[in-house]
């Protein structure tokens, strides 16, 4: 499949980014945002582009189309890339379902925990009957940030991501397309791998929890990941990781730990160390502030998507997670919110009751 049309669904440092690269690579690309948030494309009317800088292409690219009407964003694209926080996933499935054709490619970029699964439940409940391929990265692509007014910087372009389609048999079909975007992305077993890979889960609640009171007084003026994962608070990620490895032995997954996946993905060059000597050793993370406030989405989306759903996968596969239950309790209480109730668990994930071979065929046949 040659791949002509793009959107980019989502206009955030990610979004920015993403539109960029790939408008320079020669893709027509629509970036769409939702009219709550035009504020994020105004910037980019006014100048008629995106200024890129750091490791992915560099230049002034202008895109194909800047919008707040999604139906003119997908219409007739090949590839629609969700490039939001997973507490958006479902919205942005709502707004493009009307709207979608057959043979169009759906890639969430990325998952998180639980995403693919999510989108396909929400097109299911809306009656969608298209032919959509739906699949998701590990992880996002670029480690980005906007640097002003339609500007963005990546830190870092991704070596290598794991990718799945949910159903899980159209995925080597579906990477071929995708590699074709981005040569990094090999095949994972089904979009569970890809979930449970979520390394942003293990890094930002016990940063931001253990840092609380730092956060709180500075409004975020310190590096997160350098100065904010101490020992200490390296030790508690161990913790988690160790909790995240369990989960995935029990499903058969090869157990691959947060640090060596930083030095396959290329945020680190180091290797057999902890958490916090690697991310001290990353070249650009320093530059990465902490959040101003505890409601950051380092919070309240890796805790509902990404700690709460491993969480309730451990609880259905009798796999002990007594360290991401404190961390998700602990978020509930700082930010009066209860995030088991707000949190994508099995039931809602459409995976309830699987025994562990049950679920792998699902992911696998996409039915039960």
């Known amino acids: 499949m040659d791949v002509e049309k793009i959107a980019v669904l989502g206009a955030g440092n990610a979004g920015h980014a993403c539109s960029a690269d790939l408008s320079l690579a020669g893709y027509k690309v629509n970036l769409f945002e939702s009219p709550k948030f035009k504020a994020n494309i105004e910037p980019i009317l006014k100048r008629g582009g995106i200024e890129i800088t750091g490791q992915a292409r560099e230049g002034f690219a202008r895109l194909n189309m800047v919008t707040t009407n999604i139906r003119e964003a997908v219409e007739d694209v090949d590839i629609i890339l969700v490039v939001v926080p997973a507490f958006a996933h479902k919205f942005m499935a709502e707004k493009c379902a009307p709207y979608l054709k057959n043979g169009q490619i759906i890639i969430l970029n990325p998952g998180h925990t639980g995403g693919a699964l999510e989108f396909a439940i929400t097109l299911q409940k809306l009656g969608v009957k298209k032919e959509i391929k739906l699949g998701e990265t590990m992880s996002l692509t670029y480690a980005t940030r906007r640097e002003g007014p339609a500007q963005v910087k990546v830190f870092i372009l991704v070596k290598k991501l794991l990718f799945a389609a949910f159903p899980g048999k159209a995925t080597m079909k579906l990477i071929d397309v995708f ?152 978020s509930s209480i700082i930010n009066q919110v209860d995030y088991w109730s707000e949190g994508l668990t099995v039931k809602k994930l459409g995976i309830s009751g699987l025994s562990r071979d049950d679920l792998n065929a699902f992911l696998y046949e996409g039915k039960k």
């Open 179 to 330: 590699k074709e975007l981005y040569p990094s992305v090999v095949p994972a077993t089904n979009v569970l791998e890809t979930g449970l890979t979520n390394i942003n889960a293990v890094l930002h609640p016990p940063g931001m929890i253990l840092n609380a009171g730092w956060i709180e007084h500075s409004k975020g003026d310190f590096s997160f990941y350098t100065q904010g994962i101490t020992e200490s608070v390296g030790s508690t990620c161990e913790a988690v990781d160790k909790e995240r490895l369990g989960l995935m032995k029990a499903l058969g997954f090869k157990p691959i730990s947060l640090v060596e996946w930083y030095n396959m993905t290329g945020y680190t060059s180091l290797r057999n160390v902890s958490i916090s000597e690697a991310l001290r050793a990353s070249e650009h993370q320093e530059e990465i502030k902490a959040p101003s406030s505890m409601k950051h989405r380092y919070i309240v989306e890796d805790i509902p998507y990404g700690l709460v759903p491993m969480a309730s996968i451990g609880n259905a596969l009798d796999v002990s997670t007594p360290i991401m239950h404190s961390l998700i309790n602990l």
